[in-house]
């Protein structure tokens, strides 16, 4: 069973930077979508990023200019720069490949903004 490993989750004073990664452990064929989730404390999860095969990029309205989605297609690595933190964005964050076949999850990875 393939797994998604993410990286780059911490504790960040507001303002700040961090930058996450979701790496396959193994192959994985046919991905159309990549994407960010999140889930706060006490709330439901949410999706907060999404990069499509193609290239095009979609985000929740809380994180427009402040959050910006990539992909290394030859690697099938997502990446989620998050800039201008805000304790708001606090949350383990999730990611999600799409198949036509399955969904594939991280286990998620906590971000943490706080002074």
């Known amino acids: 069973q393939v797994q998604l490993e993410e990286s780059g989750g911490g504790l960040v004073q507001p303002g700040g930077s961090l930058r996450l990664s979701c790496t396959p452990s193994?192959?994985?064929?046919?991905?159309?979508?990549m994407a960010w989730y999140r889930q706060p404390p006490g709330e439901q999860r949410e999706l907060v990023a999404i990069v499509t095969s193609g290239g095009n990029t979609n985000y929740a309205d809380s994180v427009k200019g402040r959050f910006t989605i990539s992909r290394d297609s030859a690697k099938n690595t997502v990446f989620l720069q998050m800039s201008s933190l805000k304790p708001e964005d606090t949350a383990v964050y999730y990611c999600?490949?799409?198949?036509?076949?399955?969904?594939?999850w991280g286990q998620g990875t906590q971000v943490t903004v706080s002074s």
């Open positions: 999600n490949y799409r198949t036509s076949r399955a969904d594939y």
């Open positions: 193994g192959s994985i064929f046919s991905i159309y979508a």
